[in-house]
């Protein structure tokens, strides 16, 4: 099956069967994650080095974007479409990634994509745009507890989107800007709907942005000590998903678990690292 995004890139043409009739000749694997808020994939060779990556919004439709992710890698590694031996998927919208052997569940990739990068990893959050994820590793990297945030946006990507709409500043230097606060603002409402009429009423009062940016990493943090609690607090942690590039929060986290946090050079991709590292070591069975 030939997978075409448009006339300007990659053609990929992966599915099942070719993954497999190569897989004794070549040495790349490569894993998708395709998040709710964006797929994103990675490209390992036979030694686990990381060849490339790439991240692209996953907007409405899951199973193009996933494509465009996995093309883009393969183009930034240099590597040809058919060297690619294994494709595993994981996220939320794994079952859309067409070339895919197999999926694989976000907790294995995470903890797969953490252990990896910081072997003495014992924990590991992943805070992603939708989803809030505690695991407990073992030392061979065994997934032996995880707990996820239930149907709510407290203390995820959604939460942050929100409300640095409401401020009206960019996602990108929410934490930079939190971290020039003067005061700390306890909010008392921990549902992003009742928090984002608080912060409009912060604002409305006159309380400077900074502030309240603190207030909001503070809120998120909390919740997210409260999930990684229902596992055990053990170290190393090593924090994961997309909202680890939010140093505001990174930080409030850190001082509120009371522990150091492993931070990862490009959080939002190690699940997707996790997942080509699985492709690679299924590889052997396949
Ligand atoms: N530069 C950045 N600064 C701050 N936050 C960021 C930045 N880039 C991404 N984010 C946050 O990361 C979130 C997306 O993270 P990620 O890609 O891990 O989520 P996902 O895997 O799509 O979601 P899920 O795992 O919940 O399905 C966004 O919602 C956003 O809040
Ligand atoms: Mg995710």
Redesign the pocket.
């Known amino acids: 099956m030939w997978c075409k995004i448009n006339d300007n890139d990659v053609v990929v043409n992966l599915n099942k069967q070719s993954c497999c009739e190569v897989s004794l000749a070549v040495s790349y694997y490569a894993g998708v ?1 395709v ?6 994939a990675a490209i390992v060779d036979a030694s686990k080095q990381l060849l490339a990556s790439a ?1 692209v919004p ?1 907007g409405a439709y899951c199973r193009e974007a996933a494509l465009q992710a996995l093309s883009a890698a393969i183009e930034r590694a240099r590597v040809n479409p058919n060297d690619l031996a294994v494709v595993v998927a994981t ?2 919208g794994r079952d859309n990634v067409e070339c895919r052997a197999f999926s694989v569940t ?1 907790i294995t990739c995470h903890a797969v994509g953490a252990i990896h990068l910081f072997p003495k990893t014992r924990l590991v959050i ?7 994820k505690a695991i407990r590793v073992d030392e061979r990297g065994t997934v032996i507890d995880f707990v996820m945030n239930d149907k709510c946006a407290a203390g ?3 939460f ?2 929100v409300m640095a709409k409401a401020l009206g500043i960019e ?2 230097d ?2 930079e800007i939190s971290l020039k606060a003067s005061k700390q603002i306890k909010l008392s409402s921990v549902c992003t709907v009742f928090a984002e009429s608080e912060v409009i009423s912060l604002i409305a009062r006159g309380e400077r942005v900074e502030n309240i940016l603190l207030g909001l990493c503070l809120s998120a943090a909390e919740r997210v000590k409260k999930l990684a609690q229902k596992v055990g607090i053990i170290e190393e942690v090593t924090i ?4 680890a ?2 140093i505001g ?1 990174i930080e409030a986290l850190s001082k509120l678990l009371g522990v150091r946090m492993n931070i990862p050079e490009e ?2 991709i190690v ?1 997707a690292i996790g997942a080509a590292l699985i492709a690679l070591e299924k590889s052997e069975w396949m």
């Open positions: 994650d998040g709710s808020v964006s797929c994103k991240i996953t996220g939320y976000e992943d805070v992603g745009g939708q989803d809030c995820t990507g959604r942050f989107e996602l990108e929410f934490g994961t998903g997309g909202v590039r939010n929060f959080p939002q699940g």
